[in-house]
């Protein structure tokens, strides 16, 4: 059964609704946990010291960091995981693993992590970033030119020299053809300024009593005469007081690195091109340096990785001195009594920076291979930065019945922030697998438009339309979003049944039904926009675009198998009558203030229908396999469900994800 066949049988599905036994819908219904979700807790602000007592490592991040991500408490993360109602049920044997016993023990791993960037990092990041996007176009470009390798040492048909000599043949050929596209992009990358970053491990007596001899391995390694490496070949060892701890580890001179480069010069010494460049990197490489360095502090591991010791390596000596003491960490605050398992923290300036240096640098990408897909990127930048309002981004990850995942960023202006989710009531009905709905503005619609399109120009190739076919259908459903106010919503639940005349003995199955809910804004829109799509597609030759299988279902049934309930204010479209009137019943009924957008998708429904299926796959002699079944048991035992809601707010928008525990 191939993709299409799947889809057409999917889209059949639901004509014959079957019968419904369930259990009673839990105290907490799905609606209401989406209502919690999308609720802000009002806590009254943390203090810096109240914050140290749950965040740990970050009170030593000075105030002027620009970005952090923490691991507080290992220990604790892993204990709430191995005693977790859904760990014991669907992994029994997890505290019993090396990993968590050992993380539990706090005598192998680090205890807790941060990662944090200094004052300029953000900048030198956003910089830094399209430069490694650009690399790896330039490495997909480059195995489309299909340069021929020779063959590996050791071959019986050459000896070693001529392998050698064909090896520097095709590293000449090689820099000969990807010079041009390679040469701008690794000039930008010497040039480019070095984020500071800071990292802090908290690690047990066991691992802090290694270090002292990891420092001398390293010295030892530098100052090496007889073997060469990479810490004598671009280093040197460094040690030195900073900002009152003592540092030690490697200095990297930019000068060796471009006297290496000067070693390899001889592979190309006929390339004039590769001569003027290799004279072009020197001033950019001879002149830098950049330290990566170690100290302690009580049981702490600090690294610094810096061009400046003196002037970048700085650490807060109480939490008031902290970032702690600063609004970055206040998104925190509401949950620290829950003990966040993970936070993390990226200021403003870093997306504005990112934003001017892709622009910038995909451009110039964009004229040395004209036909390269930045403008793509770059409109759909563009697109976002339009939409989105420039703000930090926080994320924090806790434990809490289930895992929570919480994400801020600026307003998004996709989203109607006036308009309440109309149908989150059917997420409430005990078949129901998957409900998710949002709600778009109309600049949001407006945006998305061309990238539907591009969408639409890849399905017309797959289904071989004339151009003439696809310009009649792109209008059609432009006519339909023109009419269409903004809110739309799928559901599946599983209560679907192949058609007997397509699927014969297997109609028994019982299947997902799946359905389309859209808000109205002008219904002669919508309509006429249907009638366009539905006469060009009737008009077409079936065999363009159906298996054999679905062909003689397709002449007899046509688009009459989407079912489609049109008013002033709603759309429906299934291929079932009951699950429309279901959905049209449920519109406006939805219970608190749901804004924005909002999912679920749950186990129990799954496994109900699984369970339907059993005997009949065995009557068909072909069973589902026991390992299946067994974990389709473990995961609906130990899940409710998944859930996720993006919440408009004044100044923020707020994505929240939850695995929720049964």
């Known amino acids: 059964?191939?993709?299409?066949?799947?889809?057409?049988?999917?889209?059949?599905?639901?004509?014959?609704?079957?019968?419904?036994?369930?259990?009673?819908?839990?105290?907490?219904?799905?609606?209401?946990?989406?209502?919690?979700?999308?609720?802000?807790?009002?806590?009254?602000?943390?203090?810096?010291?109240?914050?140290?007592?749950?965040?740990?490592?970050?009170?030593?991040?000075?105030?002027?960091?620009?970005?952090?991500?923490?691991?507080?408490?290992?220990?604790?993360?892993?204990?709430?995981?191995?005693?977790?109602?859904?760990?014991?049920?669907?992994?029994?044997?997890?505290?019993?693993?090396?990993?968590?016993?050992?993380?539990?023990?706090?005598?192998?791993?680090?205890?807790?992590?941060?990662?944090?960037?200094?004052?300029?990092?953000?900048?030198?990041?956003?910089?830094?970033?399209?430069?490694?996007?650009?690399?790896?176009?330039?490495?997909?470009?480059?195995?489309?030119?299909?340069?021929?390798?020779?063959?590996?040492?050791?071959?019986?048909?050459?000896?070693?020299?001529?392998?050698?000599?064909?090896?520097?043949?095709?590293?000449?050929?090689?820099?000969?053809?990807?010079?041009?596209?390679?040469?701008?992009?690794?000039?930008?990358?010497?040039?480019?300024?070095?984020?500071?970053?800071?990292?802090?491990?908290?690690?047990?007596?066991?691992?802090?009593?290694?270090?002292?001899?990891?420092?001398?391995?390293?010295?030892?390694?530098?100052?090496?005469?007889?073997?060469?490496?990479?810490?004598?070949?671009?280093?040197?060892?460094?040690?030195?007081?900073?900002?009152?701890?003592?540092?030690?580890?490697?200095?990297?001179?930019?000068?060796?690195?471009?006297?290496?480069?000067?070693?390899?010069?001889?592979?190309?010494?006929?390339?004039?091109?590769?001569?003027?460049?290799?004279?072009?990197?020197?001033?950019?490489?001879?002149?830098?340096?950049?330290?990566?360095?170690?100290?302690?502090?009580?049981?702490?591991?600090?690294?610094?990785?810096?061009?400046?010791?003196?002037?970048?390596?700085?650490l807060a000596k109480t939490p008031q001195e902290s970032i702690l003491a600063t609004d970055k960490t206040a998104f925190a605050d509401a949950r620290l009594p829950l003990h966040p398992d993970m936070l993390f923290h990226i200021d403003q300036s870093f997306f504005e920076h990112l934003a001017r240096e892709i622009d910038e640098q995909m451009a110039r990408e964009k004229k040395i291979q004209p036909r390269f897909y930045a403008a793509t990127i770059i409109e759909f930048c563009q697109a976002c930065r339009t939409l989105i309002q420039p703000a930090p981004v926080n994320g924090i990850i806790w434990q809490d019945k289930g895992i929570h995942a919480e994400l801020a960023y600026g307003r998004d202006r996709s989203i109607d922030p006036s308009s309440i989710l109309k149908i989150a009531s059917i997420a409430d009905r005990p078949t129901t697998i998957l409900y998710a709905e949002g709600a778009s503005s109309r600049e949001g619609i407006g945006a998305f438009m061309p990238y539907a399109a591009e969408i639409a120009r890849a399905l017309a190739d797959g289904l071989e339309l004339t151009d003439a076919s696809f310009r009649k259908i792109g209008r059609g459903f432009s006519a339909i979003l023109d009419g269409w106010q903004g809110d739309a919503a799928f559901v599946m639940d599983n209560q679907g049944h192949l058609p007997a005349e397509l699927a014969g003995n297997m109609s028994k199955l019982h299947i997902p039904r799946i359905a389309f809910y859209a808000d109205v804004r002008n219904r002669q829109d919508i309509e006429q926009g249907w009638q366009t799509v539905v006469h060009e597609l009737e008009t077409m030759d079936a065999d363009d675009f159906l298996s054999d299988e679905l062909i003689p279902y397709w002449r007899s049934n046509g688009t009459d198998i989407f079912l489609t309930d049109l008013t002033d204010k709603n759309l429906v479209v299934s291929a079932s009558d009951a699950l429309n009137n279901q959905i049209l019943a449920a519109v406006g009924k939805t219970s608190g203030d749901i804004r924005g957008g909002a999912f679920v998708l749950r186990f129990a429904p799954i496994k109900e229908m699984i369970d339907r299926n059993v005997p009949i796959f065995a009557e068909q002699g072909d069973p589902i396999p026991d390992q299946i079944m067994e974990i389709i048991e473990h995961v609906s035992q130990a899940f409710d469900g998944i859930y996720g809601t993006a919440t408009p707010q004044t100044h923020r928008t707020k994505l929240h994800l939850y695995i929720r525990e049964k």
Not at 7 to 31: C, E, K, R, W
Not at 35 to 64: F, V
Not at 274 to 290: D, I, Q, V
Request: charged share 20%.
């Open 1 to 314: 059964m191939n993709t299409r066949h799947t889809l057409m049988l999917l889209a059949a599905s639901v004509l014959h609704p079957a019968s419904h036994a369930g259990a009673a819908p839990p105290s907490a219904t799905p609606q209401a946990v989406l209502w919690q979700m999308a609720e802000t807790p009002r806590n009254a602000p943390a203090t810096a010291e109240q914050r140290a007592a749950a965040l740990g490592s970050l009170a030593m991040i000075p105030q002027d960091a620009e970005f952090f991500l923490s691991i507080p408490d290992m220990p604790g993360s892993a204990q709430r995981l191995s005693q977790s109602h859904w760990a014991r049920t669907a992994y029994p044997d997890l505290p019993e693993l090396h990993l968590v016993k050992q993380l539990l023990a706090g005598k192998e791993y680090p205890r807790s992590l941060v990662i944090a960037g200094g004052a300029g990092s953000a900048k030198a990041l956003a910089r830094i970033l399209p430069i490694l996007g650009r690399m790896e176009i330039a490495d997909c470009r480059e195995k489309r030119l299909g340069i021929p390798q020779p063959p590996a040492y050791g071959s019986e048909n050459m000896t070693d020299e001529q392998i050698m000599a064909a090896w520097q043949q095709y590293d000449q050929e090689r820099h000969r053809q990807t010079h041009p596209f390679r040469s701008p992009i690794l000039k930008d990358l010497y040039s480019a300024p070095l984020p500071a970053i800071t990292l802090i491990a908290e690690l047990p007596s066991r691992q802090m009593e290694k270090i002292p001899a990891v420092m001398q391995e390293i010295q030892q390694l530098c100052n090496d005469r007889e073997h060469e490496g990479w810490f004598n070949l671009f280093g040197e060892f460094h040690e030195g007081q900073y900002d009152g701890l003592h540092w030690q580890g490697v200095r990297i001179d930019g000068g060796k690195i471009y006297g290496s480069m000067q070693g390899t010069a001889i592979l190309y010494a006929s390339d004039e091109a590769y001569a003027r460049w290799l004279k072009e990197m020197e001033p950019l490489l001879s002149g830098r340096e950049c330290y990566i360095l170690a100290a302690t502090h009580g049981d702490k591991l600090i690294i610094s990785i810096c061009t400046d010791p003196a002037r970048e390596i700085h």
